[in-house]
């Protein structure tokens, strides 16, 4: 069985590889009751309150001033795009729910100024302050020497249940106006409890561990070309009327794909001259309706940590009902990542962004493609 050699066709930021946890388990992360970071509870029902309106600690392009590095980095990222990315914003403005808002221009001063009609701040997504600034304090891991800032230092700071206040939630209850009034017991995003699960679970980067970058701030995760590089492996082979393939998720620290309920990947086998005959594969998760206001995971195909899929698929079928491909013909495979559904409601809504990345694309007559060469485990 070949490799794959995985490449995006479109990303924002340089790939950081995921080191291998350590041989000796490190302590698991000290985190307080109320650590000074949290100030909202599960499920992001209400904004971030920094205790500040303060344009130096609100806004982050007054922090460039000292921390030109880190802010250059941190608006190539999601993160800063959070507000501003099509791809939410298509689905905002679809229904414009006001929950939606709590972590995509999650502070208290964001969401006062887009009440006003602005949005400098808003633009700014993920900001600064929305990680760094509480009770109009800074609040960081450490203080540097010669800080100029009255700093609030909790070791917790950056831990896994840090990004859970935006990567792990369940179903809310919706108001007619879509407000949160409500959590449901069904997982909505699970990226962080899937994370504390796998491998580097007791690491002592916790989710750095994978998704730092040169100046810590870039974050890069599922629309970075080099993450699903190092996340993902495929391959094929034939054995005898039939091609296998395999999906192994060989990086990840997470089950992938993760986050957004829209995101999932397709594998697609078919044969130019007979697109009928089609063979799709699905990885990721379908819901149906709880009963409660939320919804509940009825298929989850999604793959864990070290996780392989394989595949069958008979060949004679990709020529489609009743017909007879010449053996010559190439075979396609690719394998796609779909971050938002390709339903475009209105024309007005067609996001400025690919809403889908080719992860590998294959084409190759069947006798070349390599021989498989053991029973598959």
């Known amino acids: 069985m070949i490799r794959g050699v995985l490449a995006l066709a479109a990303g924002l930021l340089g ?88 972590c995509h221009a999650p502070t208290a001063p964001q969401q006062a100024e887009l009440a006003a009609g602005g949005h400098v701040l808003a633009d700014q997504g993920v900001s600064c302050a929305t ?68 491998p580097h679970g007791r690491a002592p980067r916790g989710c750095l561990t994978c998704h730092d970058s040169d100046h810590g701030h870039g974050f890069p995760g599922g629309h970075d070309p080099g993450m699903v590089d190092t996340a993902l492996d495929v391959g094929w082979c034939r054995r005898g009327a039939s091609l296998e393939v395999a999906v192994t998720n060989v990086g990840a620290g997470h089950a992938v794909p993760t986050g957004d309920i829209h995101r999932h990947f397709l594998l697609k086998v078919w044969r130019s001259s007979a697109p009928a005959g089609l063979w799709e594969g699905f990885f990721g998760r379908r819901f149906d309706d709880a009963g409660d206001g939320g919804k509940r995971t009825i298929w989850d195909s999604s793959l864990a940590p070290g996780q392989t899929r ?12 009743g017909g007879e491909a010449d053996p010559a013909e190439p075979i396609n495979l690719e394998l796609v990542y779909v971050f938002i559904e390709r339903e475009l409601p209105r024309a007005d809504r067609v996001p400025r962004e690919p809403g889908t990345a080719t992860v590998v694309r294959w084409r190759s007559p069947l006798p070349e493609v390599p021989a498989c060469d053991r029973d598959p485990a």
């Open 131 to 198: 990680c760094h600034v509480r009770a109009g304090r800074l609040v960081a891991a450490r203080r540097s020497a010669g800080s100029p800032h009255d700093t609030v230092v909790d070791p917790s700071f950056g831990s896994p249940a840090f990004c859970a206040d935006c990567h792990e939630f369940t179903f809310p209850v919706l108001s007619p106006e879509g407000q949160a009034v409500a959590m449901t017991p069904h997982p909505m995003q699970s990226t962080v409890s899937s994370f504390t699960r796998g």
């Open 310 to 321: 394989r595949f069958a698929i008979e060949v004679a079928a990709l020529a489609g009902e």
């Open 15 to 102: 790939g950081a590889a995921c080191s291998a946890p350590s041989s000796a388990p490190a302590p698991a992360h000290a985190i307080a009751a109320t650590p000074d970071w949290q100030v909202r509870g599960a499920g992001g029902r209400e904004p971030i309150e920094l205790g500040t309106s303060d344009p130096a600690l609100v806004d982050a392009t007054r922090c460039a001033g000292c921390h030109q590095a880190i802010a250059a980095e941190w608006q190539t990222s999601r993160h800063a795009l959070a507000w501003t990315n099509d791809l939410f914003q298509r689905e905002y403005q679809t229904q414009e729910k006001p929950w939606c808002v709590n």
